[in-house]
């Protein structure tokens, strides 16, 4: 991330979301972003997966410049290195949680989606459910849905928004566990926005905003 910057103009002016944020991530590593309501932590998650793109600065993602491509171009090099996993899951709910699963996996083109959607729904616990529904679905197990999804395709870098936010304690630990665990496994470098400073503590990187600047950058 080069000089992130984000500017917005209302009814009352301008408006600077992000004010030239800039820092690097390394391979594999995992990072928590803070900063109360307001800063910019997700205007940044969103930035950072092309899905939002700034007013200023550059993106570069193993060395390509993100927002130097078109936007079908963009879309594509999301789908083959980025995951992201909503607060909100974001599961298509007329699909059950094996089709969830399988359909980035279906639009990349894999001839295996089946069986790697069922092996990944396996190792996030949920082999009993694949075709359950997002409706009938906890919401600890709706975000093992979506974390599945994010992972089965195995990204380079994997962006989550609150991720246990709206989970109990224990739902949230297991979930905190959980990602952790596949990113162990798969070197994907994992970036979570959270308010929960015990989560954060567990990252070997925090970044804390404070109206849309970075304050500081902590190494575990």
């Given at each position: 991330?080069r000089?992130?910057?984000?500017?917005?103009?209302?009814?009352?002016?301008?408006?600077?979301?992000?004010?030239?944020?800039?820092?690097?991530?390394?391979?594999?590593?995992?990072?928590?972003?803070?900063?109360?309501?307001?800063?910019?932590?997700?205007?940044?998650?969103?930035?950072?997966?092309?899905?939002?793109?700034?007013?200023?600065?550059?993106?570069?993602?193993?060395?390509?410049?993100?927002?130097?491509?078109?936007?079908?171009?963009?879309?594509?090099l999301?789908?083959?290195?980025?995951?992201?996993?909503?607060?909100?899951?974001?599961?298509?709910?007329?699909?059950?949680?094996?089709?969830?699963?399988?359909?980035?996996?279906?639009?990349?083109?894999h001839?295996?989606?089946?069986?790697?959607?069922?092996?990944?729904?396996?190792?996030?616990?949920?082999?009993?459910?694949?075709?359950?529904?997002?409706?009938?679905?906890?919401?600890?197990?709706?975000?093992?849905?979506?974390?599945?999804?994010?992972?089965?395709?195995?990204?380079?870098?994997?962006?989550?928004?609150?991720?246990?936010?709206?989970?109990?304690?224990?739902?949230?630990?297991?979930?905190m566990?959980?990602?952790?665990?596949?990113?162990?496994?798969?070197?994907?470098?994992?970036?979570?926005?959270?308010?929960?400073?015990?989560?954060?503590?567990?990252?070997?990187?925090?970044i804390?905003?404070?109206?849309?600047?970075?304050?500081?950058?902590?190494?575990?």
């Amino acid at each position: 991330m080069r000089q992130l910057r984000k500017t917005v103009f209302d009814a009352t002016g301008q408006f600077d979301i992000l004010r030239d944020v800039s820092f690097a991530l390394q391979h594999g590593q995992t990072v928590a972003i803070v900063g109360a309501s307001g800063s910019g932590k997700s205007t940044l998650l969103s930035i950072m997966a092309g899905l939002d793109t700034p007013s200023s600065g550059t993106v570069v993602l193993d060395g390509q410049d993100v927002f130097a491509l078109d936007e079908d171009t963009r879309a594509a090099l999301r789908a083959q290195k980025i995951g992201f996993v909503f607060q909100s899951f974001q599961l298509l709910g007329h699909l059950n949680a094996l089709e969830n699963v399988m359909l980035p996996l279906e639009l990349a083109g894999h001839g295996d989606a089946r069986q790697r959607a069922t092996e990944m729904l396996a190792r996030v616990g949920l082999a009993q459910r694949t075709r359950a529904y997002p409706r009938v679905l906890s919401g600890g197990e709706q975000q093992r849905v979506a974390l599945a999804r994010a992972f089965v395709v195995q990204p380079a870098l994997l962006l989550a928004d609150e991720p246990t936010g709206s989970l109990d304690y224990a739902t949230g630990e297991s979930v905190m566990q959980l990602m952790l665990q596949l990113n162990q496994e798969q070197g994907t470098t994992l970036v979570l926005v959270t308010h929960d400073r015990g989560i954060a503590a567990r990252c070997q990187q925090r970044i804390t905003l404070e109206a849309g600047a970075i304050a500081a950058i902590d190494q575990s």
